[in-house]
Nanobody, 126 residues
Framework: QVQLVESGGGLAQAGDSLRLSCAASGRTLRTYATGWFRQAPGKEREFVAGLTWGGGGKVYADSVKGRFDISKDNDKNAVYLQMHSLKPEDTAVYYC???????????????????WGQGTQVTVSS
C-alpha cells in the first residue's frame, strides 16, 4: 500500500475555487491510476474523479464535470483536484485513493482502491 496525505481543504463560498493535494509515499504513482472520492454527512462515499496511470485519461462524476480537474505530478508523487465554481452540495470530506494494481483503469468502485488518505474537509457556504 501507499501512504496518502491530503491537504488543501477548507472553507469556501459558492463560486470559489480550491485545490486539493494528495502526497503519496511508499509507492510511485507513475504506474497506478488514482481517484478522488468524497463523503458528505449522512451519505455514502461517492466517486468524484479518476486519472489513468499515464495521466492522459480522466473521468468525472456528472455532478463535477466541467468544474473539477484531476491531475498528477509524477516527480512530486502527488495527485491534485482543482475545484472551480464550488457549490454548497460539494461540501464533504474528500479522499484520494490509489488503485490496487498497476496499470488498471480508474473507476468509481471504491473497493478496487487499496490505499486511502485520511481525508480533507471541504465546506462550501452559499
Amino acid at each position: 500500500q501507499v501512504q496518502l496525505v491530503e491537504s488543501g481543504g477548507g472553507l469556501a463560498q459558492a463560486g470559489d475555487s480550491l485545490r486539493l493535494s494528495c502526497a503519496a509515499s511508499g509507492r510511485t504513482l507513475r504506474t497506478y491510476a488514482t481517484g478522488w472520492f468524497r463523503q458528505a454527512p449522512g451519505k455514502e462515499r461517492e466517486f468524484v474523479a479518476g486519472l489513468t496511470w499515464g495521466g492522459g485519461g480522466k473521468v468525472y462524476a456528472d455532478s463535477v464535470k466541467g468544474r473539477f480537474d484531476i491531475s498528477k505530478d509524477n516527480d512530486k508523487n502527488a495527485v491534485y483536484l482543482q475545484m472551480h465554481s464550488l457549490k454548497p452540495e460539494d461540501t464533504a470530506v474528500y479522499y484520494c485513493a490509489v488503485r490496487a494494481r498497476p496499470y488498471d483503469e480508474p473507476n468509481a468502485r471504491a473497493h478496487e482502491y487499496d490505499s486511502w488518505g485520511q481525508g480533507t474537509q471541504v465546506t462550501v457556504s452559499s
